[in-house]
């Protein structure tokens, strides 16, 4: 199906077809009809469906063919509003705009947190059609009189769950006490939970389902591993497994933020590339951070939950949970890093005893046990393998065996199929440096959220 068959305007299409995207994928061929007919939308999709492609051509669109006579003399009142979560997923979603948008004549800008207010106030006051904000910095400029909302024609609450999760739904909903009760509202969410229902249930007007990744199903081209192994021993599998793998760009997720600045610099110090994205870091290195990633001088990216979520980083060959997540649902999003847009991925746990709970929570949400392998050499001491859930034809897989190095390829293979066992790597100094960081760069919102130190 081409995209101009979805009702999209020329200049769209000829933006799209730019971007080298022959066919609308599923969330884009369900939602861009309906945002046309001005329909309110109840989208459950993560991130990697193409679902800011599903909102923002839609938006333009309808944004482009109903521009208003403009008075330069005064605070011109925004037209479409994109609330995300976190401050790289609203520069994503700015890149978007601006790319799609690049034969329209919408005016787009990102107002986000950790940057000075000058500039977004001076792009304000020029006027914007689109803004695309995290609530915090938003609401700065609502009590600072420099933007008028009192017109949005479109709302979209992009990673609504997110935001649930971030404690934003209080900035939300004084933010839609200044928008007018006349508007389309757009919802999008990787999960539904009851508040996120809640919400839609406030906000939406006959909205349409439209629901294309299952709830809490992980990617199908995404292969799932576990190694079981000793706590005190990750940071050494892990430098063994990028060293021996040929996996390349990885994502490592750690729960806390220390834990990544530590993780990084371990990392850097047995000669892989390595940085560390959370939200204790100014915005400028978490930017630095990400460009650094995405133009692959950096080989490792070590990232807490919050900091990642959202991240369109194409082509990510691994995601490893250096530490599995408290909330079950966070695997999800974490393995949803890898294996996008129809291109393979492994996702990796190494797991230690004490992690054996966290798994079997896992488990029970994704409803299958996930296969485990202990590599070579570093067979924990004590046990941390994942218990299989119910029935005996499981428990093949969750049989922990041998393995040999990284290698997308072959990291999902029932344990039966290896054919290596590999020595066991040399020592790295990794594990003996254990000092902690100290921090001190200024606290984000997304600190004060609640992210793990
Ligand atoms: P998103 O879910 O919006 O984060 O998008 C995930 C990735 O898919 C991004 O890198 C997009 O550029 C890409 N993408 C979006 N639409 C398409 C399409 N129709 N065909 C191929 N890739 C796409």
Redesign the pocket.
């Known amino acids: 199906m081409p995209?101009s068959s979805l009702g999209l305007a020329d200049h769209l299409a000829r933006a799209?077809a730019a971007?080298?995207?022959?066919?609308?994928?599923p969330i884009?061929a369900k939602t861009i009809p309906l945002v046309l007919a001005g329909r309110d939308l109840l989208a459950s999709?993560?991130?990697?469906?193409?679902?800011?492609?599903?909102f923002i051509l839609p938006l333009l669109q309808r944004l482009q063919d109903s521009i208003p006579e403009r008075s330069p003399s005064r605070l011109q009142p925004v037209r479409a509003l994109v609330l995300t979560p976190t401050r790289e997923l609203a520069a994503?979603v700015g890149d978007?705009a601006r790319r799609y948008g690049r034969h329209a004549s919408i005016r787009s800008t990102v107002i986000v947190g950790g940057v000075s207010l000058k500039p977004q106030c001076d792009a304000l006051r020029r006027g914007v059609d689109l803004l695309i904000a995290t609530p915090g910095r938003l609401l700065d400029h609502v009590s600072q009189r420099n933007v008028d909302l009192s017109r949005i024609e479109i709302l979209v609450l992009d990673e609504a769950d997110r935001m649930l999760d971030m404690g934003f739904i209080p900035a939300i909903r004084r933010i839609l006490t200044l928008l007018p009760r006349q508007r389309q509202n757009l919802l999008f969410s990787a999960t539904l939970p009851e508040t996120i229902r809640h919400l839609a249930a406030e906000l939406l007007r006959d909205p349409v389902t439209v629901d294309v990744a299952p709830r809490n199903a992980t990617a199908d081209l995404v292969r799932q591993q576990v190694h079981p192994v000793d706590h005190a021993r990750k940071s050494e599998l892990l430098a063994h497994l990028l060293h021996t793998g040929d996996a390349g760009q990885t994502l490592v997720f750690t729960r806390t933020k220390h834990g990544a600045d530590r993780l990084a610099r371990q990392l850097d110090r047995v000669g892989l590339r390595a940085a560390a994205l959370h939200g204790n870091k100014s915005q400028s290195a978490r930017t630095r951070a990400l460009d650094d990633f995405k133009q692959g001088h950096v080989r490792v990216l070590v990232a807490t939950d919050i900091a990642a979520r959202?991240l369109?980083i194409?082509q990510l060959p691994l995601v490893v949970n250096y530490e599995l997540p408290h909330v079950p649902e966070d695997y999800v999003h974490r393995i949803g890093r890898t294996g996008?847009?129809?291109r393979d991925g492994v996702a990796l746990s190494l797991v230690c005893e004490d992690e054996a709970p966290r798994l079997q929570t896992i488990q029970r949400l994704l409803g299958r046990t996930l296969p485990s392998a202990v590599v070579d050499g570093f067979a924990p001491a004590r046990s941390a393998r994942p218990k299989p859930l119910a029935s005996p034809a499981q428990t093949r897989a969750g049989r922990p065996a041998a393995t040999g190095p990284l290698n997308p390829a072959r990291a999902a293979r029932p344990p039966g199929d290896r054919p290596n066992r590999t020595p066991r790597p040399p020592a790295t100094p990794t594990q003996r440096d254990a000092h902690r960081s100290r921090d001190r760069q200024p606290t984000s919102s997304l600190a004060k959220s609640g992210e793990p130190r």
């Open positions: 995209f799209v971007q080298g995207y022959t066919a609308p994928t884009q999709a993560q991130t990697g469906t193409g679902k800011t492609a599903a994503q978007s959202g369109d194409a996008r847009a129809g």
